[in-house]
């Protein structure tokens, strides 16, 4: 047990993993205390995320927005932001990316380029608003970024109602030249509605570790957000670092909305409240340790859960609601560090 401990101190990935069995676990006592099967419950969940090359396929595409908002999420941490705007910044990704694959009549390859471009240049422009507020003004990033979420949703909204459609609710769909649809890549999971957004969320997830840790310009960032007075000391322009830091992580909230928009849904209808994924992109980061694999092992897990929660229902029973409450408890336990707290009871009692 001794040894278990020491792992705890050096590592955040023992923790994550308590924290998922211990959310887990309250999951399966809210399904007793109800009346289900646990046992039947989470077999079913994750048979269904995995048995079949279909959804594996949709399990991949359920991943791929969540890695993208968790790293935005993410790189915000990491540089002393909280960006609580991922929703927004994934809003208007998904609107500036619609408008590019609707307005403009490109090439195939330069269309759909062009149309991720913009939604990464859509959300880092949205969250550089609050990053300036933020440099010039001192003004909270969470109360700006709440704001800028509502202005985002009914922005895109109107957008669709009043110039991408004749008041319709939904857009027509974008051309296949604008589309992240491979029909080789779909055919190897038997018609899933998996694209290429993944590699992109890969990608992402490389340049946020190379940026970060590997570059000049990633160390300044770090050292902004751990300590401000001592960087501005040091030289460095923390104004210019803290509106850089919130478009990085705005962009990559974008391609997370361009991604769904150009490759699961092909069009943009009006929506009625948030989706959810910017959100859910924080509680990605915190499992993940705001760091770029964990966040990508944090997105397969409630990629899982997410997809094969749905499932449960039919073969268990089971409302989609528990598997929320799982990931609230999760989160619970990973912000409380619960883990290190059981590891230190066992490392007293090893002692005695």
């Not at 924080?282 to 705001?290: E, H, P, R, S, T």
Request: hydrophobic letters at 55%.
């Amino acid at each position: 047990m001794q040894v278990l401990s020491k792992i705890n101190k050096q590592s955040t990935l023992l923790s994550s993993v308590i924290s998922v069995l211990l959310g887990m676990l309250v999951g399966a006592v809210l399904m007793i205390a109800a009346g289900y099967n646990p046992i039947l419950a989470y077999g079913a969940l994750f048979k269904s995320a995995f048995l079949q090359p279909y959804d594996m396929g949709e399990t991949i595409r359920t991943i791929t927005p969540l890695i993208l908002t968790g790293l935005a999420v993410g790189l915000a941490f990491r540089t002393g932001l909280f960006n609580i705007g991922v929703e927004g910044q994934f809003i208007i990704g998904q609107l500036t990316a619609v408008i590019v694959a609707l307005k403009l009549d490109l090439p195939p390859v330069l269309h759909v380029t062009a149309a991720v471009l913009a939604g990464a240049l859509g959300g880092a422009l949205w969250a550089a608003l609050p990053g300036l507020l933020k440099a010039t003004r001192g003004v909270h990033e969470v109360i700006t970024t709440i704001m800028m979420n509502f202005i985002a949703l009914y922005l895109a909204n109107v957008t669709v109602r009043t110039w991408l459609t004749s008041g319709a609710d939904s857009t027509s769909r974008i051309p296949e030249s604008a589309s992240l649809r491979w029909d080789f890549l779909s055919s190897m999971f038997e018609g899933s509605r998996i694209h290429l957004g993944i590699l992109l969320a890969l990608l992402a997830a490389f340049f946020m570790y190379f940026l970060l840790w590997r570059t000049t310009l990633g160390f300044e960032l770090r050292s902004v957000g751990l300590n401000p007075h001592a960087s501005e000391y040091a030289g460095m322009s923390v104004k210019r670092n803290i509106v850089l830091s919130m478009m990085i992580s705005g962009s990559f909230a974008g391609i997370a909305g361009a991604s769904e928009v150009l490759g699961t849904a092909g069009y943009l209808s009006i929506q009625g409240a948030f989706t959810g994924i910017g959100f859910d992109g924080i509680a990605v980061a915190l499992l993940g340790a705001n760091a770029p694999l964990g966040i990508l092992l944090g997105a397969t897990l409630f990629g899982v859960l997410t997809y094969g929660g749905s499932n449960m229902q039919f073969a268990a029973g089971v409302p989609f609601e528990v598997v929320r409450v799982v990931f609230a408890a999760i989160i619970l336990f990973v912000a409380a560090n619960i883990s290190g707290w059981i590891m230190q009871k066992f490392k007293k009692g090893g002692k005695k």
